[in-house]
């Protein structure tokens, strides 16, 4: 599902601004990736020792979601520093 979204114009950022927007999206990138490689750790765990996989697959399915909420708090905070609003 698309959403589509509305310029309010030009949109002036600050130097400061930019690099908080960077910051977010390093913070952002950083989470997505440790979640991707909990998933990884999870699953190659629960196969090297099977008898551990049931307390592994509650911390694996935890993951995506958590991925999810970090990239929507970055697009959140992008959308808002550009002046975007959904139509």
């Known amino acids: 599902m698309s959403a589509e979204y509305k310029a309010n114009g030009t949109v002036t950022l600050t130097e400061e ?6 910051k977010k999206l390093r913070d952002m990138r950083h989470d997505v ?3 991707l490689a909990n998933i990884v750790a999870a699953a190659e765990l629960a196969r090297i020792r099977p008898d551990t996989a049931a307390e592994r697959l509650k911390m694996l399915l935890e993951q995506p979601q958590k991925a999810s909420d970090s990239i929507a708090d970055f697009s959140r905070a992008f959308e808002g520093a550009l002046g975007l609003k959904r139509e």
């Not at 601004?17 to 960077?22: D, M, S, Y």
């Open 17 to 22: 601004q930019i690099l908080a927007l960077h």
């Open 33 to 35: 990736n440790g979640r």
